[in-house]
């Protein structure tokens, strides 16, 4: 399972290094750029009623270990080894146990690729998609249950996963009509899926997604 290090460095990942930012040569934003636009109300409680301090070092601690949990499960994927080295061997392990127990229960998915890099020059924007399987788009989360049964799936992680089915679409001119979303716990053995359908997808893209993307090029502007 996942083992200590000693602080951060690059992650290899079958012979390659992972970077934490990626370079897509332009100057177009990402989809979790794009969605910045939206109001995060649980979020914006979080920061009122807790320190600044306790804010900062808790949201980096979280990106840090969302990350970790990402490169461990690709590499999980390519090369069926669990034995990632991470700086949070307790979130990153439970997280491995929690993608394994999804991978059980969920064999009908078959995950063909990960980690696609790509952009739109219709809309001008770039993703990272983190699943494509066979006949739909996936995407990876890492949460907490905390008292709940399932780490919660949340609003702007629909609209995100919209944004990819469109991105893969039009760069690989392919109708793909089905997407889906899988929140994996790194604080018990359990995850959270949904399944979008078509008409969500159009609804998440066009009403939302879009709207964000105006929004944010017309904030950039000023």
């Given at each position: 399972?996942?083992?200590?290090?000693?602080?951060?460095?690059?992650?290899?990942?079958?012979?390659?290094?992972?970077?934490?930012?990626?370079?897509?040569?332009?100057?177009?934003?990402?989809?979790?750029?794009?969605?910045?636009?939206?109001?995060?109300?649980?979020?914006?409680?979080?920061?009122?009623?807790?320190?600044?301090?306790?804010?900062?070092?808790?949201?980096?601690?979280?990106?840090?270990?969302?990350?970790?949990?990402?490169?461990?499960?690709?590499?999980?994927?390519?090369?069926?080894?669990?034995?990632?080295?991470?700086?949070?061997?307790?979130?990153?392990?439970?997280?491995?146990?929690?993608f394994a127990l999804f991978r059980q229960e969920h064999p009908e998915i078959q995950?063909?690729?990960?980690?696609?890099?790509?952009?739109?020059?219709?809309?001008?924007?770039?993703?990272?998609?983190?699943?494509?399987?066979?006949?739909?788009?996936?995407?990876?989360?890492?949460?907490?249950?905390?008292?709940?049964d399932k780490p919660k799936i949340y609003p702007e992680h629909i609209y995100q996963?919209?944004?990819?089915?469109?991105?893969?679409?039009?760069?690989?001119?392919?109708?793909?009509?089905?997407?889906?979303?899988?929140?994996?716990?790194?604080?018990?053995?359990?995850?959270?899926?949904?399944?979008?359908?078509?008409?969500?997808?159009?609804?998440?893209?066009?009403?939302?997604?879009?709207?964000?993307?105006?929004?944010?090029?017309?904030?950039?502007?000023?």
């Amino acid at each position: 399972m996942a083992k200590a290090k000693r602080g951060r460095t690059e992650k290899t990942l079958g012979g390659r290094i992972i970077m934490a930012k990626r370079d897509y040569q332009n100057d177009y934003p990402s989809v979790t750029q794009i969605l910045s636009v939206l109001r995060k109300i649980g979020l914006e409680m979080w920061f009122k009623y807790n320190t600044i301090e306790y804010t900062n070092t808790e949201s980096k601690r979280g990106k840090e270990v969302g990350s970790e949990i990402h490169t461990a499960i690709q590499e999980y994927i390519e090369t069926g080894k669990t034995d990632f080295e991470t700086a949070y061997p307790d979130e990153v392990g439970m997280a491995l146990k929690s993608f394994a127990l999804f991978r059980q229960e969920h064999p009908e998915i078959q995950i063909l690729r990960c980690e696609q890099a790509l952009t739109s020059e219709k809309y001008k924007y770039n993703g990272t998609i983190d699943v494509i399987s066979i006949d739909s788009i996936g995407d990876w989360k890492s949460g907490k249950c905390d008292k709940d049964d399932k780490p919660k799936i949340y609003p702007e992680h629909i609209y995100q996963v919209g944004g990819y089915v469109y991105l893969w679409n039009e760069v690989h001119n392919t109708n793909i009509e089905k997407a889906w979303i899988t929140v994996i716990a790194k604080d018990k053995v359990a995850y959270n899926y949904y399944e979008l359908s078509e008409r969500e997808i159009q609804e998440s893209f066009n009403d939302v997604f879009l709207s964000c993307l105006k929004i944010y090029n017309y904030q950039r502007r000023k």
